[in-house]
Nanobody
């Protein structure tokens, strides 16, 4: 069992930055790949980025490459998402999730989810 809690969301002007964090409970955090998803009002949940269990490989979606960086610290049971050059279209609730498999972009294949944190970008 893994419990996930996101933090770090907020209101930011376009071009600004935010850092999201995901804190995990449970001793098996390092055995899961981790992912970030987002969901805007009226839209489906969208894959943002994933990171392998070791942290050695990352999988950002094309729309965030060069702007968002996913990272993890297995010693601290945490995962982060550094978001730079934010745009209004990045506005959404951001969720972290844990994945025991190897297919990272499909929400239904994730085992555990956090409650989400709101990110709002204004122009």
């Amino acid at each position: 069992q893994v419990q996930l809690v996101e933090s770090g969301g907020g209101l930011v002007q376009a071009g600004g930055s935010l850092r999201l964090s995901c804190a995990a409970s449970g001793r098996t955090f390092s055995s899961y790949a981790m992912g970030w998803f987002r969901q805007a009002p009226g839209k489906e949940r969208e894959f943002v980025a994933a990171i392998s269990w070791s942290g050695g490989t990352t999988y950002p979606v094309d729309s965030v490459k060069g702007r968002f960086t996913i990272s993890r610290d297995n010693a601290k049971n945490t995962m982060g998402l550094e978001m730079n050059n934010l745009a209004p279209e990045d506005t959404a609730i951001y969720y972290c999730a844990a994945n025991s498999g190897s297919s990272y972009s499909i929400p239904r294949l994730y085992d555990y989810w956090g409650q989400g944190t709101q990110v709002t970008v204004y122009s």
